[in-house]
């Protein structure tokens, strides 16, 4: 461990300031002290990704792809080292860390195979038709990368959204630079991917500077670094007011490039009264877990569970009561996310409630006590600060009168990655329009399953209207995460020389091409 | 003509404000007074656009294929009387608006049939395993419209980027519900388009408001609508001016929505001196067209054309200046835009230029005297000025002392629609490297050939990094431009019965669908 940044191929620690991350459990300091990157460092950086960019054009689709596979080994390869270092930094458990590792792997392998199999590249060819009016010349269309790329790590996910998580390997999967700024929090496990992923650049022949990971603990860089002429689009995970300041620096820009914000959703569920009445207990159960798991740092933790009064609904609250408060309670990832957990249970404890629960742990530095607060819709409606995420263990129930209540709360929802039903087939059907209404405000939208387990798949959408993210129209889990770091570019009337093997008459790589509208893998055969 | 506001299928003139178009060839003002909408009208407008949105999900694919369809019929059946009124308002030629209309019409027929054909869906589904750890869930996702679209109509393409052009049949193709800020000089035109697209909604029973058509001659209405809570994705084509400012409002709202603008580029025209040598008759000749077609005015016209000094070099500028400067000068769209044209052209001359050939009409009110300006390559590199569009017939000749020089000047462009070479094959692939500048600068790469002339199709690319567009990874033309207006919602664990008729198990459609990663048009089969 140096606690130095790395600044393409090369260590760098020009700065005099430095910082240590700390152990949430034990709440003493871990004992690497990482160098603040300096401007001078960060215009380094990106010198050296912007050349990068134009070798990467160079290198084959096959070259990248074992490019992401290699970092996958090298992560793998870390082992134990790895695993301690993220507990030591987190404080989240063994078990965590090992299922974060998998998933981490399991991205990269997955985009590492989407390169090669070419679908994102939107390959399309127009053949030339000097029979029309005016003559329709060849044209010739692909995705390219947009350029260097800066990823911020997100606190709760020091692996799958950090270093080498989604962000930095969908955008390495589109051909472009990656430059993590790593949470300062867990600075320790990011060196450590940091160092994998420049061994697997090395491995494979990667330009110097596709890769570079900067430390820095204030905001200073991160903005910086969002401003630099030479950056083409940034990813990030976290808070809503962190995300809109970056996408906000990034529009602002003289040039402006697209910020992809993962942010604030309160992943709604809405339970309807038959099922409730039928599994109580398993839906208790399913949501105890859902609330409280790793202290309910999910960006897909349910905040808001709405039901009608029923005949089961306050057997259901005292149970859901019951087993919330129940669970172990964990320390939250650092200081700065507990004391934002108080903060803002303490003003949702402020405004008018019917009831609540909370742990009844001695209050204890950096431990989320898990907390259910009872709210009348009517009150909820009235009350904005109900309805913004509370990141951590803490959820509130919507109590409704009727299914007509209930569905004005479900239209009052603001935009989220995820709304979930619980509910009979027969009911769901009843309900149809509920399921509507949903599909407009949420990316995802689950039936009869809690929406914490993201399952990496092309058919998964990790997104959603504001303030979910800052644009509805990407992912950010899955293949299709790609589509945030490409644009498309046309050749017209090129040489076949000149045009990149994607798009020359012969298909040797084999990836999907639209030709003259059809979908094929064929070659283009030249009219005689 | 009745110069009202069309709210949904409504007629409406609440505002005392009207104001007339012109003839940009007798200056005369033509007869109908059009109503400015008022504030009251266009959240009428939007609370019809809204309720709209719900009901077009509900609709068939088929029957929103017919409403695009018919709308083309309709604009075809206005025949003589939307050519004469889009000539009276725009000055351009009877042949111009003959092409601009079967091009409107061809857009809008390969909107329906991409409707129908499915590809712009993305149907993925992963099925369920319970195999896996966690157990997969089964998942589904489609695109869906984002909502109410804002479309302003383009100056200087009266019929195919205003009232029914491409962002209209796009965001229609999508689901979405269109209110189209009327460009003021071309009310008329866009009056008779208007009814013909809400002739074709009644027919083909679509819901009220899923049109609009607002008259308004200020900034205000345009940036009310931007502003609009119900409105969700803007497009437009203008100036850098006009489209960075609407681009910023709609970032700056609280909840931000996407806008697409496709704004300024000067669309270089690269020559390298062999073909130059053998050529110059023709290139000269082509380019001259590609200038002074309608003045200009078109977001791809040449305004810069990059050459290096050779036995040729003189000759060709000599003859390009003559060539330009025969053309018959004609009158400009209107007023302001012939005004911004000759402050352009004044600005232009004050830099350090080498020489310069206007057309030497005597100075009549409205009409673009095309002119040519030779400047040094180190002097273009010094002033930005001579780096910006400008719209109407002017371009600038650049001069360099080698190839080395040429190619600085390629990689000090700014984001271009498109970038064009001249070359033989052989000094093309000795210049590879120039393309890659290129691909990376511009939406569209042309070999031996103008900018102007925008086939519409599949892989047509009208797009490009800013100042070109607001976002890069995303087309204006051809069927892939409906990506700008939709976004993705999945489905998980959804009953047969509840999920869209797109993802059912049975492909009923028949679209392409990606099923556990690989596209295919079949159905879902049920493991046993």
Redesign the interface.
């Known amino acids: 461990m140096t606690g130095k940044n790395a600044i393409g191929f090369s260590l760098s620690s020009k700065s005099e300031r430095t910082f240590q991350t700390f152990n949430p459990i034990t709440g003493d300091l871990n004992p690497t002290h990482f160098f603040e990157a300096t401007i001078e460092e960060v215009d380094a950086a990106l010198v050296l990704a912007q050349e990068a960019f134009?070798q990467l054009?160079k290198i084959s689709l096959e070259k990248r792809a074992s490019f992401l596979l290699e970092i996958a080994n090298e992560i793998a390869k870390l082992d134990d080292e790895l695993i301690q270092m993220y507990c030591l930094e987190s404080g989240l458990s063994e078990q965590r860390a090992l299922t974060e590792r998998s998933r981490t792997i399991f991205q990269l392998n997955s985009f590492s195979k989407e390169i090669i199999n070419g679908?994102w590249i939107?390959a399309?060819?127009?053949e030339a038709d000097a029979a029309t009016f005016?003559p329709?010349?060849d044209?010739?269309?692909m995705m390219?990368g947009?350029?260097p790329v800066v990823v911020f790590g997100a606190s709760n996910f020091p692996l799958a959204y950090s270093t080498a998580g989604g962000d930095t390997a969908s955008a390495f999967a589109a051909g472009c630079p990656v430059i993590v700024k790593s949470h300062p929090m867990h600075a320790g496990t990011g060196e450590l991917v940091a160092e994998a992923i420049s061994r697997a650049a090395k491995k494979t022949e990667m330009p110097d500077g596709v890769f570079s990971n900067l430390n820095a603990q204030g905001f200073e860089i991160g903005q910086y670094l969002v401003q630099h002429p030479g950056v083409q689009a940034v990813g990030f995970t976290g808070s809503l007011k962190g995300g809109r300041a970056l996408?906000?620096l990034a529009?602002q820009r003289e040039?402006?490039i697209?910020v992809f914000a993962e942010m604030g959703s309160v992943n709604p569920i809405v339970i309807l009264p038959q099922i409730l009445s039928e599994d109580l207990d398993l839906i208790s159960s399913q949501i105890t877990t859902s609330i409280t798991n790793d202290a309910g740092q999910f960006c897909t933790k349910p905040g808001v569970i709405v039901i009608s009064r029923s005949a089961s609904s306050d057997e259901f609250v005292n149970e859901l009561k019951k087993k919330v408060v129940k669970q172990i309670s964990l320390p939250m990832l650092n200081s700065a996310i507990f004391d934002r957990f108080e903060e803002r249970k303490k003003e949702v404890l402020s405004s008018n409630f019917l009831s609540f629960s909370e742990s009844d742990l001695l209050i204890e530095n950096n431990i989320g006590r898990q907390t259910v607060v009872v709210v009348d819709a009517k009150q909820y409606l009235k009350q904005h600060l109900l309805q913004q995420e509370v990141f951590g263990p803490l959820s509130i129930v919507v109590l409704c009168d009727d299914l007509i209540q209930l569905n004005s709360i479900v239209d009052s929802f603001?935009?989220q990655l995820t709304i979930s039903f619980f509910g009979t087939?027969s009911e769901?059907?009843a309900n149809?329009n509920l399921?509507?209404i949903a599909?407009?405000k949420?990316?995802?939208?689950?039936?009869?399953?809690v929406p914490t387990?993201v399952?990496v798949?092309?058919?998964?959408?990790h997104?959603g209207?504001?303030?979910a993210t800052?644009?509805?129209?990407?992912?950010a889990v899955g293949i299709?995460s790609m589509?945030?770091f490409?644009?498309?570019?046309?050749?017209?009337?090129?040489?076949q020389?000149?045009l990149p093997i994607e798009l020359k008459d012969k298909n040797s790589l084999r990836i999907?091409r639209?030709i003259n509208?059809e979908?094929t893998r064929r070659d283009v055969h030249k009219k005689a």
Chains 1, 2 share one sequence.
Request: aromatic share 10%; hydrophobic share 30%.
């Open positions: 134009l054009k679908d939107k399309s060819i127009d005016p329709k010349p044209l010739r269309k390219v947009l350029g996408f906000d529009n040039f402006p697209p603001e935009g087939d769901m059907l149809k399921v509507q599909s407009r949420a990316g995802r939208v689950i039936f009869n399953g387990g399952t798949c092309p058919s998964m959408n997104g209207p504001y303030p800052t644009d509805a129209r990407f992912t299709d589509q945030r490409l644009r498309p570019v046309t050749f017209q009337n090129c040489h020389e000149m999907p639209r509208g979908w």
